[in-house]
C-alpha cells in the first residue's frame, strides 16, 4: 500500500530542507506545493499567474486550485509507492481533500511529523533565508551562508530573497499559518498520525528526530 509522509510545521520551521532528507532516505518523491507554484511562476503558467498574488502577499492560494494542482501531482507514476508532501495541506479542507484522493489511489497518510519551532526563531530564520535561483538551494545569511553549490550547478551571484520572505510578508505568512493550518494539528492527532519533533535544534539532529517517527523500513 503506498505510504504518505505530512510534513506539518510553521514556515519556516524547516519542512523544506528536511523533507527533501527523508525523501532521499525513503525513495520517496518529495513534493513541494510551494516548489511546484514558484515553478508555475517562473515560466508564467495560468496557475502561475492566478497564484502569483496571493503568494507575494504571503496568503494561500485558493484551496480550488491547490487542490487540483495536488491531485494531478500524486496521480503521477512516480508517486506509485507514496510521496512525502511538504507544504500540502495547509487548511482542513484540503486535508479533507487528500484523504479522499488517498482512498482513490489506495494510500494512507502513515505519519505525520509535525516540527515545532518557536515564533520569534521562525521570524529569524525565513526572513535571512535565501535561495538559489538556479538550483532551488537554500542558504541563510546567518545560519548557513553560501559557499558551494550542493548540486554543483550554479554560483553563489544567483542567490536572492524570496518576495514572500521580506520581513512584513513573514509575519503575515505566521498569522494565516496558525489561523488556517495549526488546526491540522488536532486533525492528525485525532487520527492518530501525528508525531511531535522539536525543530529548534541542528539541522542533523531535526534529521535523527524525524528518523525516529518514520516507519520502520524493511
Ligand atoms: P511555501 O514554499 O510552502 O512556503 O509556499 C509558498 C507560498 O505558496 C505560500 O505562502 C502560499 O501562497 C502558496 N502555497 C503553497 N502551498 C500551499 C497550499 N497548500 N495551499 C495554499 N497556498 C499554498
Redesign the pocket.
Known sequence: MPDYIVMLGA?GAG??TQAARIAEKVALPHI???????ENLKNETVLGKK?AD??????????D??IEM?ADRLSRPDCANGAIL??????PA?AEALDGMLQKLGGEVVVVPYIKVPEEELISRLSGRIVCKECGATFHKKFKPFESCPYGKCEGEYLYQ?E?DKVETVTN?IK?YLENTAPLIAYYQDKGVLQEVDGDQAIDDVLASLIAVLPQQE
Open positions: 514556515p519542512k523544506g513541494s506545493s510551494g516548489d511546484i507554484f514558484r497564484a496571493y503568494m507575494n502577499r504571503g496568503e494561500l492560494v485558493p484551496d486550485l491547490t495536488i511538504d507544504g500540502f495541506p495547509r487548511t484540503q524570496r514572500d505568512r494565516v
